[in-house]
């Protein structure tokens, strides 16, 4: 009897588990705008990020990395980027209404010329999204 109780609540632990948003995060790189309109520098640049689940997200120690040149790096702070809502990542510039992100690097990330690719990371570890253009 005992045994068939335990089974029982670990069923339902499971189930409970399973069906309470442990599903994998939908936040996906969206678009990146490579050729930005301030000249030389193209601090208006960005990489837009969306969340395409159902459920907010915490982007807390999120990586976003251009890993055609290996570098820079933009390491998110604590974040809620809630359902159906995007940010963007600024090479230099500053947008509150799109997040308030930026690199801080003072010249150009993306290349006008030949494709680069975008990656963003959860927790520095694991891929959760890739661009190119």
């Not at 459920?55 to 974040?79: C, H, M, N, R």
């Amino acid at each position: 009897m005992k045994i068939k109780y335990l089974c029982s609540i670990l069923v339902l632990f499971l189930l409970i588990i399973f069906t309470t948003g442990c599903a994998a995060p939908n936040i996906q790189i969206t678009r990146i705008f490579y050729d930005g309109l301030v000249p030389r520098v193209e601090s208006d640049e960005y990489v837009e990020i969306t969340n395409l689940g159902d459920q907010p997200q915490d982007l807390a120690g999120w990586v976003l990395k251009d890993i055609s040149e290996g570098y820079p790096l933009f390491t998110f702070p604590p974040y809620i980027l809630a359902p159906g809502k995007s940010i963007r990542v600024y090479t230099n510039e500053y947008h509150p209404e799109w997040g308030g992100f930026s690199f801080e690097y003072g010249r150009a990330i993306w290349s006008n010329t030949e494709p680069d690719v975008a990656v963003l990371y959860e927790n520095r570890d694991k891929e959760v999204s890739r661009k190119s253009y």
